[in-house]
């Protein structure tokens, strides 16, 4: 169990009973995606929450998660399959430095060539700029100003050969808010590793078909 205590304003029973909907918030600027991100993530990991809070006296959140069964010691976690490496140019759009960080060190190790943009506005740029072929867009969902399916549908304008893969730690009732789900669109859930990257980098890049402008949601 993580629990994590505050000495805030609390917050009435209608509050905390609508408190991890997605958009919902009580600040002026608030988006209203952190605590359903908290909720998406608990929930992926088979966990769950309780929450208590009263006005005027603060709020507690309580994560609970499954034990963790240790990992014998003649196990290997390099030894897992891993898919094979490329050589192709991915565009990479993620607005948190630390995931894009991650990601492009994931992606150079497996000899990919990075482009990389902290927004929609400063990807555009980039690719108007770029004079050599992108083979992959691999944009976060949920991004300030331009949504990743509003700067994909205009990538593929200017590169038609353009592949797209979007990646997300938003639920999928945020994730249709922010684009109309298609078959055939390819969505990596975050938080991800290695080879999980890597085998839906593949996917994408190997399917015949260029990928849709707007993500699908995954169960």
Known sequence: MLAVTDTGC????EI?????????????????LGLSTVFAVVKQNEGFLEI??????????????P???PIPESSNPEAEEIPSTGRETVLLVEDEEGVRNLARQFFERGGYTVLEAANGMEALRLVRDFAGP?????TDVVMPEISGSQLAARLVRIRPELKVLYMSGYTGETIVHHGVPKPGITLLQKPFDRAKLWRKVR?????????????QPQS
Not at 134 to 138: G, H, W
């Open 52 to 65: 208590e809070g009263q006005p005027g006296r603060g709020a507690t959140f309580r994560a609970y998660f």
């Open 134 to 138: 992108i083979q992959l867009l691999m």
């Open 16 to 32: 905390k009973s609508r408190v991890f909907e997605p958009f919902f918030t009580t600040k002026p600027n608030g988006t209203g």
């Open 67 to 69: 034990r963790h069964a």
């Open 203 to 215: 996917e994408t890049l190997d399917c015949p078909a260029p990928a849709e402008s707007a993500p």
């Open 10 to 13: 609390g917050m009435t029973p």
